[in-house]
C-alpha cells in the first residue's frame, strides 16, 4: 500500500495504491492526517491502483472525508475498479461521497 | 479440472460425503488474510471468476475480524474456528468464535442517511448482502454463509 501526493492545477490529488483494509487503513489515515493539518481544501483521491477494499478502508475514506468538511474542504474520489465502485453503491456511500469516473474530469471541475 | 475431476475431489475417500475442511486459529488480525487465502486457493479448481473471489474475500475477513475483535474481544488464547466446503456448486463458510454472540437485527442499517457516517454495521450489512444466505447460529457466535460458484 502507498500513497503519493501531488500538486495539480492548484488542488492535491493523492495516489493510492494497493488494499485498502484493516492492515493498511492505519497508515493510509497517516498519510492523509498530514494533509488535513495543513487545512487542504480541495482533495482528489486517485483509486485506480486500488484493488480491494474493506469496512475498515471505507471507515478510513469516510474518516477522511468528515475531517476535511469539518474545515470546509472539500475531497473527491476518481477512478474507482467497478468492483470497488459496487462497493460504494452497496453501502450507499456514493450518496456520501463526489465520485467522480476519471482523474482529469474530478480536477477540471472542481 | 474436469467436472469428474472435480466430483472426485469433492468426495472424501469413497464416504460419499462432502469434504468438509475444518481449521481452528487464535484470535490474531494476521489470520484475517490467512483464512481467505486459504478458502480462495480450495476454490481456485473449481473457476471461480474474478467478481466472486473479490466477494468471498471480502465476505470472509469482515466475518473473521468480526468474530476476533467482537467476538473474541481480540484475546489471542480464544479461538476462532473456520470451515468450509463444497457442494454442488455452492460454497458454504462457517466461522465461529468463544464470544457471547450478537443479534444481527439489532444492527443499526449503515445504508440510512442517519448512519452513513457511522462506522459499525457496515461489514455484516455487506455480508449480508454479497452471499446468497447468511445465517447467525446459536447465541450468533456462529455464521454460517454461502454462494453459488459462478
Redesign the interface.
Known amino acids: 500500500m502507498g500513497v503519493r501526493v501531488e500538486a495539480k492545477n492548484g488542488l492535491t490529488v493523492c495516489h493510492v495504491d494497493g488494499e485498502i483494509d484493516i492492515n493498511s487503513s492505519p497508515q493510509i489515515k497517516k498519510s492523509f492526517d498530514k494533509l488535513i493539518s495543513q487545512k487542504t481544501p480541495k482533495l482528489v483521491i486517485n483509486l485506480s491502483k486500488v484493488t480491494y477494499v474493506d469496512s475498515s478502508g471505507l471507515a478510513t475514506l469516510v474518516e477522511i472525508l468528515k475531517n476535511m468538511k469539518s474545515y470546509g474542504g472539500r475531497m473527491r474520489l476518481a477512478c474507482m475498479s467497478s468492483k470497488v465502485k459496487s462497493l460504494f453503491e452497496i453501502t450507499k456511500l456514493e450518496k456520501l461521497f463526489e465520485i467522480m469516473v476519471d482523474e482529469e474530469s474530478a480536477v477540471a471541475t472542481f | 479440472m474436469t467436472r469428474s475431476d472435480q466430483l472426485a475431489y469433492l468426495k472424501n475417500s469413497g464416504s460419499g460425503e462432502v469434504e468438509k475442511k475444518d481449521i481452528k486459529f487464535r484470535s490474531e488480525?494476521r489470520v484475517?488474510?490467512e483464512a481467505s487465502s486459504m478458502i480462495l486457493d480450495y476454490l481456485k479448481p473449481f473457476g471461480l471468476d474474478?467478481?466472486g473471489a473479490?466477494e468471498i474475500?471480502?465476505c470472509v475477513?469482515?466475518a473473521v475480524?468480526n468474530a476476533i475483535v467482537h467476538g473474541n474481544k481480540s484475546d489471542p488464547a480464544r479461538q476462532v474456528k473456520l470451515g468450509y466446503w463444497i457442494e454442488d456448486g455452492v460454497v458454504n463458510i462457517e466461522i465461529e468464535d468463544e464470544g457471547s454472540g450478537f443479534k444481527p437485527e439489532l444492527v443499526k442499517d449503515?445504508?440510512k442517511?442517519e448512519n452513513?457516517?457511522r462506522?459499525s454495521g457496515?461489514?455484516v450489512?455487506?455480508i449480508k448482502?454479497?452471499m446468497d444466505k447468511v445465517e447467525y447460529i446459536g447465541p450468533g457466535n456462529k455464521v454460517r454463509m454461502t454462494k453459488r460458484i459462478k
Open positions: 488480525s484475517i488474510r474474478e467478481s473479490f474475500k471480502l475477513e469482515e475480524r449503515p445504508t442517511d452513513l457516517t462506522n457496515r461489514g450489512y455487506l448482502k454479497l
